[in-house]
């Protein structure tokens, strides 16, 4: 029989333009879920008894032959049929007139859309394996340095001290948010679009929720329209989700950059990822050079993948209800955002690994750097009773004085304050020693004790629940890996039954 596709008509000039050879490219990543999609659609067909066990075999047969070859990088898409038909027509080149059923019931439209959700999910899952190791190691460095003492910023200038842990531990809680919304798109999005045809549904006895369980989808996609206009949504959901993950990983690597300049000096960079002399890391004329090159390009990732969700959003914008060809663009950048957020994350972990904390210049800091001012006002107040307002201006004038004059915070002694204070007609009663012990960094840590305090207790308590916190996402991981699996799984077996209870047939 006459492949329907080889009827002779003018040549379209447009076709290079609309089937790319970068669209061609993208569909080659995909091309092996829609092997599936497909597989699972005949299956269902021969369910609905649409075609016969024989014919179901047969085309089968040639399907697994085919996701072969995609293996081995022997399928080709033909730029003028596009990634659908040129599946199409290899499965009639190999079966003859029967591979024309594959196609009842179903359109392009939800071909693509149930292939690109295959992909998809399968590519979020792979995030999140690639981000936990990154987790586990901000969890480490948290609770490897819950004293190890370190100045806190506002503004860019001293605040108060904290603790390299507890820095770790800021930057851990704000990934998993961040991977909680990554994983809260998965699950908003995870419906099987299969049988929504073109965007109206279909007389053909479908059953979808057959095709549901077998793709390892949690529901049916119910209404044709909303699942074949939501083509583009779902990629901008798991942009918005990485451009989250990317927002909190840039803020860190620029903490990083920081800390790391001989200015701050308080970490250095393991010589995995950063070496003097080298041609990449190093400088080519300043031999001292050690180049922080991989921060800066953690950092750059970001507004990237943030940009290529604006793109998504803005290609989006004003399309009407049902299929339209402006949706596949968004292939492109999902693609980049997903590569580069991998890439970033896989990076960003070996960074963590390999850092270098200087501890003593870090507590040579918070001692030189007048941020334990507060924390000594807060003790004054505490033990007069004066209003810490008061107290703060009676401190403050003090500390400003000793700035000026070039005086340490240790090296300011209490009768300074008791005449400071005397002025605004308050007696107070203070030792040197108790503004020594006051302003003990280590002491000033434990004495912060509420929730999420810096104190080793309070460190403790929100390792505890963070660390739960990392579990749940690899529970999460390995439930979703289970259902992809398990569905997998039952496709196999139920292929496999089908072409050996038809062998003698085919």
């Not at 948290?142 to 507890?166: D, V």
């Amino acid at each position: 029989m006459k492949n329907i596709n080889q009827t002779k008509k003018t040549a379209l000039t447009t076709a290079g333009y609309i089937v790319s050879e970068k669209q061609i490219s993208l569909d080659m990543k995909m091309v092996s879920f829609d092997v599936q999609g497909t597989i699972v659609h005949v299956l269902m067909l021969n369910k609905q008894k649409v075609i016969n066990n024989k014919n179901t075999a047969i085309i089968l047969k040639a399907l697994k032959e085919i996701g072969q070859e995609i293996k081995n990088n022997k399928f080709v898409i033909d730029p003028d049929k596009g990634a659908q038909l040129s599946l199409e027509a290899k499965i009639i080149e190999k079966v003859g007139e029967i591979g024309y059923s594959v196609h009842t019931g179903r359109s392009r439209n939800d071909q693509v859309m149930v292939t690109e959700m295959l992909y998809l999910k399968q590519e979020i899952i792979d995030v999140i394996k690639i981000i936990i190791p990154a987790l586990e190691t901000l969890y480490n460095l948290a609770k490897n340095n819950i004293k190890t003492i370190m100045p806190g910023y506002t503004h860019m200038q001293p605040a108060k001290p904290t603790s390299f842990g507890q820095w770790s531990l800021s930057y851990l809680k704000a990934l998993n948010r961040s991977v909680s919304i990554l994983i809260n798109y998965f699950e908003q999005y995870n419906l099987n679009p299969l049988g929504a045809c073109e965007s109206y549904g279909t007389s053909w006895p479908l059953d979808r929720e057959f095709t549901t369980k077998l793709l390892g989808f949690s529901q049916v996609w119910e209404i044709p329209q909303d699942a074949i206009s939501s083509r583009g949504f779902v990629q901008l959901g798991y942009l918005t989700g990485l451009g989250k993950i990317c927002l909190v990983t840039s803020k860190l690597a620029q903490d990083l950059l920081l800390f790391n300049t001989f200015e701050y000096g308080m970490i250095g960079l393991g010589d995995e990822v950063a070496q003097r002399m080298h041609p990449i890391t190093g400088s080519s004329v300043m031999a001292q050079k050690k180049n922080p090159d991989v921060l800066e390009l953690i950092r750059s990732t970001a507004p990237q993948v943030i940009g290529y969700a604006n793109i998504v959003a803005n290609i989006l914008d004003s399309l009407p209800m049902g299929y339209n060809r402006d949706s596949r663009e968004v292939k492109e950048y999902i693609d980049l955002g997903l590569t580069k957020t991998k890439a970033m994350i896989k990076t960003l972990e070996k960074v963590l690994t390999t850092i270098k904390i200087d501890k003593k210049k870090m507590l040579d800091a918070v001692e030189g750097n007048y941020s334990l001012t507060t924390d000594l006002a807060d003790f004054i107040s505490h033990k007069s009773g004066v209003g810490y307002r008061l107290i703060y201006k009676i401190v403050g004038q003090v500390v400003d004085e000793a700035i000026n004059n070039g005086k340490l915070l240790k090296e300011v002694k209490a009768k300074e304050i008791i005449n400071k204070a005397a002025a605004f007609d308050i007696k107070l009663q203070l030792t040197d020693k108790e503004i020594l012990k006051t302003i003990d960094p280590q002491t000033i840590l434990e004495k912060r004790k509420h929730i999420g305090g810096s104190s080793s207790q309070s460190m403790n308590e929100s390792l505890n629940k963070v660390k739960k916190e990392i579990k749940d996402i690899g529970y999460w991981l390995k439930n979703q890996t289970k259902v992809s699996e398990k569905a997998k799984e039952k496709v196999d077996v139920l292929v496999k039954n089908l072409i050996n209870n038809n062998e003698s047939n085919l």
